[in-house]
């Protein structure tokens, strides 16, 4: 666990950060009576938690691996952060849609079912559209599956691309 610990702390502040902000958003209604504020809301939470990574990444480099840091040992770092916040996440975001805010996926799909008429969608595009937003709703596990995977892929490129100008570079002569 010593050799993680870096990892674990960073995934856990990612994770503390990700639940303050959506209580925040719950409380303001973002998430229930106010989705169309809470629908550009929402992704802001990626920077704080890319600012952990970034942090997480650097702190590896400078204090566990006292500077000498190839794009690998990044790319290892950004991963196992990420797929622990990915994790952690997705046992949050199961909570909360099944205990804080149990209609969160009828409230979700039905303001989006507004939003596509309005956009001059017949009801079979709409249908057509969310068909796999009402899969992904319906089973538990296939929710915290999809948020697992996306969330490590999508910040583990984040976490690829810090490592690669963060990573100790080499004189060849």
């Known amino acids: 666990m010593k050799g993680i610990r870096t990892e674990v702390k960073y995934a856990f502040f990612s994770a503390v950060a990700l639940i303050a902000w959506v ?34 990444i650097w702190e590896k480099k400078s204090r566990d691996l ?62 057509d559209e969310l068909a796999y937003t009402r899969i992904l709703f319906r089973s538990a596990s296939l929710q915290f599956l999809f948020f697992t995977v996306s969330t490590t892929v999508i910040n583990t490129i984040a976490g690829a691309i810090m490592s690669f100008f963060l990573r100790t570079k080499t004189n060849n002569k």
């Not at 303001?28 to 970034?54: D, N, Q, R, S």
């Not at 909570?95 to 979700?108: M, R, S």
């Open 23 to 56: 209580v925040a958003e719950h409380l303001l209604g973002y998430m229930t009576t106010k989705m169309e504020i809470g629908e550009y809301t929402e992704p802001l939470i990626a920077i704080p938690v890319w600012l952990l990574l970034f942090l997480g």
């Open 66 to 127: 006292t500077g000498h840091f190839s794009f690998g040992k990044g790319l290892q770092t950004a991963l196992l952060i990420s797929f622990l916040y990915a994790l952690l996440q997705s046992v949050w975001f199961a909570f909360y849609t099944h205990i804080i805010n149990p209609d969160y996926a009828t409230l979700a799909l039905v303001y989006k079912e507004k939003q596509l008429a309005a956009e001059g969608k017949e009801a079979q595009q709409i249908s």
